[in-house]
């Protein structure tokens, strides 16, 4: 059973950087899309970038393009989501979640088999 656990989330100004991590345990990702959805307070849950298995293909939702990299270690077992220029509108919990192809990820994130608990992210003004 494949495992995810989150890090890296934090408190930071409008403006700065942050870097998370998704560390997979339980099992190899190296042949699963991964990638990163958030919920803010009071709002459904939404897309924000995904990454098909070989690193090659990458995906964003419109807001954060140019603004955030989605990257993976496959020898790690690890994806990561570098964050840029961060708004307060960034503000949300961040879950990665791994699936059989980036479809999942780009049609809803109905049927996504794994899932980690999330890592807050915090963007004052």
């Known amino acids: 059973q494949v495992q995810l656990v989150e890090s890296g989330g934090g408190l930071v100004q409008a403006g700065g950087s942050l870097r998370l991590s998704c560390a997979a345990s339980?099992?190899?990702?190296?042949?699963?899309?991964m990638g990163w959805f958030r919920q803010a307070p009071g709002k459904e849950r939404e897309f924000v970038s995904a990454i098909d298995w070989s690193g090659n293909s990458k995906y964003y939702q419109e807001s954060v393009k140019g603004r955030f990299t989605i990257s993976r270690d496959n020898a790690e077992n690890t994806i990561y989501l570098q964050m840029n220029t961060l708004k307060p509108e960034d503000t949300a919990v961040y879950s990665c979640?791994?699936?059989?192809?980036?479809?999942?990820?780009?049609?809803?994130?109905?049927?996504?088999?794994?899932w980690g608990k999330g890592t807050l992210v915090t963007v004052s003004t």
């Open positions: 339980g099992g190899s990702v190296s042949t699963y899309a």
């Open positions: 979640a791994a699936s059989g192809s980036t479809t999942a990820f780009l049609e809803g994130f109905y049927g996504i088999p794994y």
